[in-house]
């Protein structure tokens, strides 16, 4: 018998059908070894020695494939083709010669760019060793990232307090998000006009032409910048003669774009399907591990994550055996298509991404897929499909036309496309910028040259000009990519990180950056800019990628980063947190000293009118502060924009009255300090605040409002069954009601204000439905059943104080950040049972900690059994 390792349980469970009995298929859950998050698991000073750590579950799961492997013929690992995929093997591997099982057991590496029965039986006739180089690249990437962010992280948190970390990629990656922020602000809008004339043929047919001349002189998009000239444009138009005076149609081809690499199915994804990239790489990993088709198992789709466009040569012959068979032989060109990478190494794997059988068109397969993966694989398909079709024809006209009006002329200009063939767009239309698609789309009448036109109106409309919009996830990912910054495997977790960290924010699906993430990068240029250029972490992308094939050693690399980097980490270690203060106070200039309505000096404080403001560390974080403190108790969150005098601040300059409580006569006040906004009533140590809650809006407040903020908590009613009372009220972890020291989530702020009793008894029943066992400590209600475990009671999804969890007996696994509990698999939930029993087991004793060691076998083996999305997370 053979051992196969993979990552995945999905992925095992698909491989093991096609192998049969005489193989062992069993899954690492991606990867089994990290690097400690603490310092000294990088060593420079000793060659750059690297120390690994196996966490429980993993430890299990290799003690799992240890006893496998000692009784088996051989090892043969077959985890993802590319550097991550290299990467587990070579770690798997380490650890099993480090047991001693191995002996003398041949051990082979096989790779399969498809997850069909075809590509496994030829990649297991197909062996070769582990690839060094790519390894290398793995352990020099990997070197890098802990080096820089256990080295310049502590930096960030002794010099701006608030900061989260930084990374090689991560900070890069934010600082185009901040430097686009920046170039908004300084963006200064231009007022221009535009004239158009809705012109007739003699056969009555109508069309619009746009303004290109006025007497004589060509006319840019801005030469018209007031209303006078755009009235006195028309008011000449309207009193001409028009004529064409020539008609030029030129036929034009357009050709299809390659089949997805990552980066542009996660724009694709992104722009006509709303995925963020990381729910992209989900989809398309479960496509990629084997969905049941009709009784079969297959992967749909070859592996996601390559920046190559070119297609196996059989995949080309399949897709175009298909366009014939789905579109006809007209729209299938002579010779087949073939495509080039414009990345330079192109090492993460070789293929496209594409279907693994183009017969499964997307209307054959939905029936067996969720919405999402129907959607996904949608694209996948008819972007593949096309990348082998034939151009699409269309024809261009342009249409130059002559107004008169005594000795004063203009010119004129009509533009429309017409579709003569279709082409490969018969089966894929890329979202276009939407002025394009108006004047593609548009169709001009029969116009010949010579004869004269009828003039219907005249329309002069004013514009401004709009500075660059904020990135979105795509056209992030496509300027990163643009810039060589990051590669396929690392965009989505690049991204995740930066909101994780909330360093930015996304709102209408554009990237936003926070206060905080724009004062990380304004230090990092302004003390590291180095290694936060786009040029420089683009060559260091070279470097590695020269060091997976095979062209430079990854120790030189290291040294050669390390010698400059940790000297200047060095020097930046004695700079003065005043030094600091006074670089950032210049380079977040708009931002910490926004324009004051009145005309005033920014910088001078509105409350004393004396003392100069400035950025202030505290321990929260950066807050603009007046110098006369304590004298002068000024703050201002860093940027928060200033009222009409630039006056929002916590003191009694910024406060805003509201009125009087109406039984106590004290004033209410609406005031904004270091933690943000919050109403006040009364004043020194017995006042009464209140926070305003998220969603909530300054310019929104009023007495009402900030009476039922004062009022919380607010007593609902007494319980019917225990006489007590039940309360609402606002809290850490957001709106809530609360019995007898039970407290239940509400969905809304608003529910606060008008939950009634009957309601809130319900919520409260709900949370206790049962207790979980420990000290008292009660166990909320299912939001989900998924079913019974392998090893017997149901597993449930609940929703918790500190979040939602599944629960299986005694075992309570907290699901991932962002994760919709409405959409847990039960494969999902056994993985996580599997991982929290690991743990909890090492502990030491406690009734459910000792539950959960004995089940920790039992779920082990079930989420060996059941297909599972985790590895999306080794890369992803």
């Keep these: 018998m053979d051992v196969v390792v993979v990552e995945s349980p999905a992925k095992a469970k698909t491989i093991n059908k096609y192998l049969g009995s005489n193989y062992k298929v ?48 051989s090892l043969i690992l077959a985890t993802d ?86 990374g090689r990629v991560q900070s890069v990656a934010l600082r185009l998000v901040c430097d686009r922020e920046a170039e908004i602000e300084r963006f200064v809008r231009e007022e221009y006009w535009q004239i158009a004339a809705l012109l007739a043929t003699p056969r009555t047919e109508e069309f619009e032409a746009r303004l290109t001349g006025f007497e004589g002189k060509k006319l840019q998009k801005l030469d018209i910048k007031t209303a006078d000239q755009a009235a006195d444009i028309r008011a000449m138009l309207e009193g001409a003669s028009f004529k064409a005076l020539s008609v030029d149609a030129k036929p034009t081809r357009r050709n299809p774009s390659p089949p997805f690499t990552t980066s542009t199915l996660q724009q694709a994804a992104s722009s006509q399907l709303g995925f963020s990239a990381s729910r992209t790489m989900q989809v398309a990993q479960r496509l990629y591990e084997g969905v049941d088709v009709g009784g079969e198992a297959a992967g749909l789709i070859t592996y996601m994550r390559t920046d190559g466009v070119q297609m196996a040569p059989e995949a080309i012959a399949a897709a175009r055996s298909a366009i ?35 017969r499964r068109t997307p209307a054959s397969v939905r029936k067996y897929l969720d919405p999402d993966q129907a959607r996904l694989y949608e694209i996948v398909w008819k972007r593949a499909i096309a990348s082998q079709m034939n151009p699409a024809e269309i024809e261009r006209t342009t249409v130059e036309i002559e107004a008169v009006n005594g000795a004063r002329t203009a010119a004129l200009r009509a533009v429309g496309s017409v579709v003569r063939f279709d082409g490969f767009l018969a ?32 329309t002069a409309t004013q514009h401004t000009t709009e500075p660059p919009p904020r990135y979105s996830e795509a056209s992030l990912i496509r300027k990163m990519e643009e810039l060589g910054i990051g590669r396929p495997s690392t965009y989505a977790a690049t991204l995740k990180t930066l909101e994780d960290r909330d360093y930015v924010t996304i709102e209408r699906r554009r990237l936003v950056p926070q206060a905080k993430g724009r004062l990380v990068t304004a230090f990092l240029e302004s003390f590291f800019e180095r290694y936060v250029e786009y040029d420089f972490t683009a060559a260091l992308e070279e470097k590695l990628d020269e060091i997976s094939d095979g062209k430079l050693a990854w120790k030189d690399v290291l040294r050669d980063f390390w010698r400059d980097f940790s000297g200047h980490v060095d020097e930046i270690k004695e700079l003065r947190v005043a030094d600091v203060l006074d670089a950032l106070n210049e380079e977040l200039a708009p931002l910490v000293f926004p324009a004051r309505e009145d005309g005033g000096n920014p910088r001078i404080c509105p409350k004393c009118g004396t003392g100069n403001l400035s950025l202030k560390l ?84 009023d007495h009402e409002k900030a009476l039922a903020l004062l009022a919380l908590p607010r007593d ?51 949370k206790r439905s049962k207790f979980a066992g420990g000290k008292g400590r009660v166990a909320a209600a299912a939001l989900k059943e998924l079913g019974d475990h392998p090893d017997g009671g149901p597993i449930t999804v609940r929703d918790g104080r500190y979040g939602p969890y599944v629960n299986w007996g005694k075992v309570n696994a907290t699901l991932p950040k962002g994760k919709d509990p409405a959409t847990v698999t039960v494969e999902e939930a056994l993985e996580l049972i599997a991982a929290k029993a690991g743990k909890t087991g090492a502990g030491k004793g406690g009734g459910a900690k000792k539950a959960a060691t004995r089940k920790a076998p039992a779920a082990k083996k079930a989420s060996a059994r059941a297909p599972a999305k985790k590895t999306a997370s080794k890369k992803d």
């Design 324 to 358: 014939g068979a789905e579109f006809g032989e007209k729209y299938l060109p002579e010779k087949p298509r073939y495509y080039s990478t414009k990345a330079k190494n192109a090492q993460e794997a070789h293929e496209a991404i594409r279907p693994t059988d183009f």
């Design 716 to 766: 609902v009613g007494q319980h019917p069954e225990t006489g007590k009372m039940i309360s609402a009220g606002i809290g850490r972890y957001g709106p809530f009601v609360l019995h007898d020291g039970t407290y239940a989530n509400l969905e809304t702020v608003e529910d606060v204000f008008c939950i009634g009793l009957n309601r809130a008894v319900t919520v409260i029943a709900e």
């Design 26 to 73: 069993l899954a690492s859950f991606g990867h089994v070894r990290d690097l400690p998050a603490k310092d000294g698991s990088v060593r420079p000073d000793d060659d750059f020695s690297m120390s690994w750590e196996v966490d429980g579950p993993s430890s299990k799961r290799l003690g799992d494939i240890a006893r496998a492997v000692k009784d088996a013929d």
């Design 618 to 701: 505290g321990r929260f974080g950066a807050f603009v502060g007046c110098s006369n403190y304590p004298e002068c108790g000024y703050t201002r969150q860093l940027g928060e924009a200033a009222n009409g005098n630039g006056e929002a601040a916590n003191g009694e300059a910024g406060d805003r009255p509201l009125g009087k409580d109406p039984y106590t006569q004290e004033e209410i006040v609406l005031k904004n300090g270091r933690f943000g906004p919050y109403v006040q009533r009364g004043d020194g140590k017995e006042a009464k605040r209140a926070s305003l809650p998220k969603g909530w809006k300054v310019e929104d407040m």
């Design 427 to 458: 089966a894929y239309t890329e979202n276009r910028d939407e002025d394009a698609e108006d004047e593609e789309s548009r169709r001009l009448p029969q116009i010949a040259a010579g004869e004269a036109l009828a003039r219907r109106s005249v």
């Design 81 to 166: 083709p590319d550097r991550e995929g290299e990467a587990i093997s070579w770690h798997v591997l380490d650890v099993l010669r480090q047991k001693k099982v191995l002996k003398d057991k041949p051990v082979r590496r096989v790779v399969f760019n498809a997850i069909t029965r075809q590509s496994v039986l030829d990649a297991m006739a197909n062996p070769r060793d582990i690839d060094a180089p790519l390894v290398d690249a793995y352990l020099a990437r990997r070197a890098l990232d802990y080096l820089v962010g256990f080295t310049l992280s502590p930096v960030l948190w002794r010099k701006l307090p608030g900061a989260r970390s930084a």
